[in-house]
């Protein structure tokens, strides 16, 4: 009680409210003393007695566990108009015992008493869950994020036939701190590719490594160039703030009292988006966020969008170094390097991805060999002519090895890797497969086109 009223002492309507409040509880516990006769020897005065206490911790636990929080002063209105029923709840119990101590209640009594209470508090945690859940589902409208889980599983199956693929990133020293270190070396990376060269696998990599760490909270966005509903700032955080709120249900209260009087069907104010992100991340534990393709924004919104990100992390490191780990995706462009020349990078063109490469198409051209019946030495040239072209990209490398697998026969595939004719980069490489494509039949067109995008979204592998 002491530290309760220290912590709310310089907020007068906190203060107020727990003076008020310990007063109607004075108000509902009998006079012990008067009745100390009824509790010797009397098994059911003395539960009735421990229920009481019982009350007052359910109390005092709930009001401890709010006051710690570093929000408390912001979200006080809102967390306590939604304690106030189960308080009233606490009261209404704290006057049943003390009816029952003063009416020296008998066995049978007091058994009926005791069924009736935990039919009693079973209907209102049934009742605040519904509440809670009703709650949560229209923030979530509210926020109106992206489908990121569906984005993500679709990157992960095209990552499912070569799972090893992208190990080298994780047992980077940069990386490895960042993710695993309490205090990481820095709280920002940021991992730069050219076009094609897999850094949205990377990317679905890192974010199923981070979500292995049960302790924190992962979040994450896949952006798109041409969707409004992924290629903004306010998208992103939106999808980001649908993702951590599942982490922390305290906020929730003061989440909905923020769409009420938004007015918005759905958020798009970009500073009430920071503002509800702020407190979400100073008030959780760990968390980290992998944002992939920024460089899909344009230059305008990759730039505020980097700008708050920022900004969060140095709010969470001032308060505890390392609680929020941001991780930025995309390609090695002028006016992204400078938004995050504050960022460690990570640069494939410097730690190069070549030994996944070179699995990769050792493994396909072993399938083309079966296929066709091939001599070593034409699977050697298959072999070499497409990582000498590849300069990086998966997504060239695989499109090399989808247009020759599905050659129809043997005379076919040669004509495709003579020298002359073998497609010395990407945009020659998807024309080859764009034809194949336009070839198939109607009923097999559209699933075609559609795994075309797919591979070319996830930059190949």
């Given at each position: ?5 220290q912590v709310?002492?310089?907020?007068t ?8 409040a ?6 509902s516990?009998?006079l012990v ?10 098994s059911?005065m003395?539960?009735a007695l421990?229920?009481?206490y019982e009350?007052?911790?359910?109390f005092?636990?709930r009001?401890?566990?709010f006051?710690?929080l ?6 006080f209105?809102s967390v ?8 009233e709840h606490i009261?209404?119990d ?5 009816d ?6 008998t066995?049978l ?5 005791q069924?009736d209470r935990q039919m ?12 809670r859940?009703?709650k ?5 409208h509210?926020f109106s994020g992206?489908d990121?889980?569906l984005d993500?599983?679709?990157?992960c199956?095209?990552r499912?036939e070569f ?5 080298w990133l994780l047992?980077?020293?940069?990386y490895s701190?960042w993710?695993q270190?309490?205090v990481?070396?820095v709280s920002?990376l940021?991992l730069?590719?050219i076009?094609g060269?897999?850094k949205t696998?990377l990317?679905?990599?890192?974010i199923?490594?981070?979500?292995e760490d049960v302790s924190?909270?992962?979040a994450?966005?896949y952006?798109?160039?041409n969707d409004p509903?992924r290629?903004?700032s306010?998208?992103?955080l939106r999808?980001?703030?649908s993702?951590?709120?599942k ?13 009420l009087?938004s ?5 798009s104010?970009g500073?009430?988006?920071k503002?509800i992100?702020?407190?979400v ?7 980290f966020i992998?944002?992939?393709?920024v460089d899909?924004c344009d230059?305008?919104?990759a730039?505020?969008l980097v ?11 001032l308060q505890n170094?390392?609680?929020?780990r ?13 938004n995050?020349?504050a960022f460690?990078e990570?640069?494939?063109k ?5 030994g996944d ?12 060999q079966d296929?066709?019946?091939?001599e ?22 695989k499109?090399?090895?989808?247009n020759l ?10 004509e495709?890797?003579?020298p ?8 020659e490489?998807?024309?080859r497969?764009v034809?194949?494509i ?6 097999e ?5 559609k795994?075309?995008?797919l ?7």
């Amino acid at each position: 009680m002491k530290f309760l009223l220290q912590v709310a002492c310089n907020f007068t309507e906190a203060f107020d409210t727990l003076v008020d409040a310990y007063e109607r509880i004075g108000e509902s516990i009998p006079l012990v003393e008067q009745y100390r006769a009824l509790f010797t020897g009397n098994s059911h005065m003395d539960g009735a007695l421990a229920k009481i206490y019982e009350d007052i911790l359910e109390f005092h636990r709930r009001d401890l566990r709010f006051f710690n929080l570093p929000t408390w002063r912001q979200i006080f209105r809102s967390v306590w108009k939604d304690f106030n029923s189960r308080f009233e709840h606490i009261l209404e119990d704290l006057r049943r015992h003390k009816d029952l101590i003063e009416s020296q209640a008998t066995a049978l009594y007091f058994k009926q008493y005791q069924v009736d209470r935990q039919m009693f508090f079973e209907k209102l945690n049934h009742l605040e869950t519904a509440e809670r859940k009703r709650k949560y589902s229209e923030v979530l409208h509210w926020f109106s994020g992206a489908d990121a889980l569906l984005d993500h599983e679709d990157i992960c199956k095209v990552r499912q036939e070569f799972p090893n693929s992208g190990g080298w990133l994780l047992k980077q020293p940069d990386y490895s701190s960042w993710r695993q270190d309490d205090v990481p070396r820095v709280s920002t990376l940021w991992l730069s590719g050219i076009p094609g060269a897999g850094k949205t696998v990377l990317a679905s990599l890192a974010i199923v490594n981070c979500k292995e760490d049960v302790s924190a909270s992962t979040a994450f966005f896949y952006c798109k160039y041409n969707d409004p509903q992924r290629n903004t700032s306010v998208a992103v955080l939106r999808t980001l703030l649908s993702q951590l709120l599942k982490y922390d249900h305290d906020l929730l209260p003061w989440c909905y009292d923020l769409y009420l009087n938004s007015g918005q069907l759905s958020l798009s104010s970009g500073d009430l988006c920071k503002e509800i992100l702020k407190a979400v991340l100073t008030n959780g534990d760990k968390t980290f966020i992998v944002v992939d393709g920024v460089d899909e924004c344009d230059k305008k919104e990759a730039k505020l969008l980097v700008s708050v990100l920022r900004d969060m992390v140095n709010a969470c490191d001032l308060q505890n170094p390392g609680k929020l780990r941001v991780m930025v995706v995309s390609q090695d462009e002028p006016d992204i390097r400078r938004n995050l020349s504050a960022f460690s990078e990570l640069s494939l063109k410097v730690i190069g991805n070549e030994g996944d490469i070179r699995r990769f198409v050792d493994a396909w051209c072993g399938k083309i060999q079966d296929k066709f019946k091939l001599e070593e030495e034409e699977r050697g040239y298959i072999f070499e002519s497409t990582c000498h072209r590849a300069n990086g990209m998966f997504l060239f490398v695989k499109l090399i090895m989808i247009n020759l697998y599905d050659q129809v026969c043997l005379m076919d595939l040669r004509e495709q890797i003579r020298p002359e004719k073998f497609p010395p980069g990407l945009k020659e490489a998807y024309e080859r497969i764009v034809d194949r494509i336009n070839l198939r039949p109607p009923t097999e067109l559209s699933i075609a086109r559609k795994v075309l995008r797919l591979m070319t979204c996830a930059g190949g592998l």
